[in-house]
């Protein structure tokens, strides 16, 4: 499985530039860059039952796909976000009572600041 980002990303966004893709390796799936080198790693969550055994390993490796897929996409993601807000607030300023329109912008800043705050830090 791969699932690319096509990011054009600049340096002053704190993230790998370029495009990301998923990659199995070995037992766990990698996040890489496009020169294949690593970002993260997604492993499948293990839950054992009385017996010690994986319970659901099908199910624990389709997570972890899909939790792989979503970091991958993460930077294009950022990018539509960033590129869609002063749209949005434009638009806002146009419309006389939007206030569906008004959470969803605040839902869109919040998710940008929580892509740009630092691990361990809060805006």
């Given at each position: 499985m791969t699932t690319t980002s096509n990011v054009g990303a600049d340096a002053s966004?704190?993230?790998t530039r370029g495009q990301w893709e998923t990659r199995r390796e070995w037992s766990s799936l990698?996040?890489?860059?496009?020169?294949?080198?690593?970002?993260a790693d997604i492993h499948a969550r293990e839950t054992f039952d009385e017996n010690l055994e994986i319970e659901d390993e099908e199910a624990s490796k389709a997570e972890s796909e899909a939790n792989a897929r979503l970091i991958a996409a993460a930077p294009d993601m950022l990018d539509a976000l960033e590129d869609s807000l002063p749209e949005l607030v434009a638009l806002l300023t146009h419309l006389d009572d939007a206030?569906?329109?008004?959470?969803?912008?605040?839902?869109?800043?919040?998710?940008?600041a929580k892509a740009r705050t630092p691990a361990g830090e809060t805006k």
């Open positions: 966004r704190g993230h990698c996040i890489v860059d496009e020169t294949g080198d690593y970002i206030p569906e329109l008004g959470a969803k912008i605040a839902k869109v800043r919040a998710a940008i």
